[in-house]
């Protein structure tokens, strides 16, 4: 039972333009979400995050949008940057700290 | 502030024998977390700890997974006996709720298991 999708495995966008990270979830008793970003060989450090009862939550470049109706979740880029190019997870947190995964999406941001 | 304190970071095994990760969380993070990270797949949650008590362990395979965190702080994770699907990236992770119910959790860099 995959609670939390990423349904892109890749993405790749041009430096400068806006990347577009999408994730769907099933399960209605997360009531906040995370994106990680994670490089090669390291652990996955915390982006930004969104409360279930918020719809948007904004961050320097990284803005993420909630559509809890339609359980889905998107984390914006603007702009993109080279440094950007990473693998990056959405996270489904519940009350007593338990995160559930998504598959993540390989973001490449080519100058 | 240090960070998540993970050793050691590459381990290479036959199968059926056994290995042990450790693990030193962030100072006075109460929660302490073990994920395993198989390629290409996102973290899975295998045991939550809060101080030294188990929260959720519903996803250990417990006939050859365990865990303990002795005095509430470093944590060991071994396995025995290992199998080739054991493979994986083992990541520890800790948090610390501050009044509200949401966490950020901080990840170490990992200790990367591969059984032949």
């Known amino acids: 039972d995959q609670q939390v999708k990423q349904n892109s495995p890749s993405l790749s966008v041009q430096e400068g333009r806006i990347s577009i990270l999408n994730c769907d979830y099933t399960n209605s008793m997360f009531d906040y979400f995370l994106w990680y970003k994670k490089y090669p060989a390291e652990g996955p450090t915390f982006l930004i995050s969104i409360s279930s009862i918020k719809d948007k939550n904004e961050d320097g470049r990284f803005t993420v949008f909630l559509n809890k109706s339609a359980k889905h979740l998107s984390l914006h880029i603007v702009p993109s940057q080279p440094g950007d190019s990473a693998v990056y997870f959405c996270?489904?947190?519940?009350?007593?700290?338990?995160?559930?995964f998504g598959q993540g999406t390989i973001l490449t941001v080519h100058p | 502030e240090a960070g998540v304190a993970q050793s050691p970071r590459y381990k290479i095994i036959e199968k059926r024998q056994s290995v042990a990760f450790w693990c030193n969380p962030i100072?006075?993070?109460?929660?302490l977390y073990w994920y395993q990270q198989i390629l290409g797949q996102g973290p899975k949650l295998l045991i939550q700890f809060q101080n030294n008590g188990v929260v959720d362990d519903s996803q250990l395979p417990k006939d050859r997974f365990s865990a303990e965190r002795l005095k509430g702080v470093d944590s060991t994770l071994k396995i025995q006996p290992a199998k080739l699907e054991d493979s994986a990236v083992y990541l520890c992770?800790?948090?610390?709720?501050?009044?509200?119910?949401?966490?950020?959790?901080?990840f170490g860099e990992g200790s990367w298991l591969t059984v032949v």
């Open positions: 100072s006075g993070h109460a929660t």
């Open positions: 996270t489904g947190g519940t009350s007593y700290g338990k995160l559930t």
């Open positions: 992770a800790s948090s610390s709720p501050r009044g509200g119910r949401r966490n950020t959790i901080y």
